[in-house]
Nanobody, 127 residues
Framework: QVQLVESGGGLVQPGASLKLSCAAS????????MAWFRQAPGKERDIVAV????????YYVDSVSGRFTISRDNAKNTVWLQMNSLKPEDTAVYYC????????????????????WGQGTQVTVSS
């Protein structure tokens, strides 16, 4: 498994930006597709964005497409989620997750495929 630690959450006003970071250690980070999930109170944990292990392929859920950007640096064992134009409906606990994959361009979307999780970081968007 990969050990993951998120940071960068906070309380911001609508329209503001935040950048979440996820630092990895343990199993080789570069062998993993990485994803950000989020869970709002009373709701299921849902996927937000995914990035392939080589950083070339990405996926975004429709509700964040054009506002959020996922990126990674395998030399730094870090994945980021840049969140712009934040909305109140983006309020949630955001989790970083890793999934060992065997293809450089592979994206995985199901929560059950991810075997390593961070502790989560709270993002609150409110005026």
């Amino acid at each position: 498994q990969v050990q993951l630690v998120e940071s960068g959450g906070g309380l911001v006003q609508p329209g503001a930006s935040l950048k979440l970071s996820c630092a990895a250690s343990g199993r080789t980070f570069s062998n993993s597709a990485m994803a950000w999930f989020r869970q709002a109170p009373g709701k299921e944990r849902d996927i937000v964005a995914v990035i392939s292990r080589n950083g070339v392929n990405t996926y975004y859920v429709d509700s964040v497409s054009g506002r959020f950007t996922i990126s990674r640096d395998n030399a730094k064992n870090t994945v980021w989620l840049q969140m712009n134009s934040l909305k109140p409906e983006d309020t949630a606990v955001y989790y970083c997750a890793a999934n060992r994959v065997y293809g450089d361009y592979t994206l995985t979307f199901r929560i059950a495929e991810y075997d390593s999780w961070g502790q989560g970081t709270q993002v609150t968007v409110s005026s």
